[in-house]
């Protein structure tokens, strides 16, 4: 974070989702997420309408939540890991 900000020239250009305790101290805005039934609806909705697009970069299903997991913990690629209830 703190190499972040000393790249950066425009401090709003930088946001955290972890490091709550360095924000302040360095001069950065909080990013937090609304987590509701409500936003959820809103967030299906447009999704439906074709206005949210989500890249899925592999799927498991809940047998394998382990190498779900594991996909995740290597911090490579894009897109979101789901996982699958059949």
Known sequence: MRAAVDLVQDKDRICTFFA???IEVLGLRVVRSERSAKRLAELVELHTKGK???HIRQTFSLDRADDAHRA???RHGR???VLTID
Do not use: P
């Open 20 to 22: 709550y305790d360095q």
């Open 52 to 54: 949210l697009h989500i």
């Open 72 to 74: 995740i913990e290597t």
């Open 79 to 81: 897109g979101k890991i």
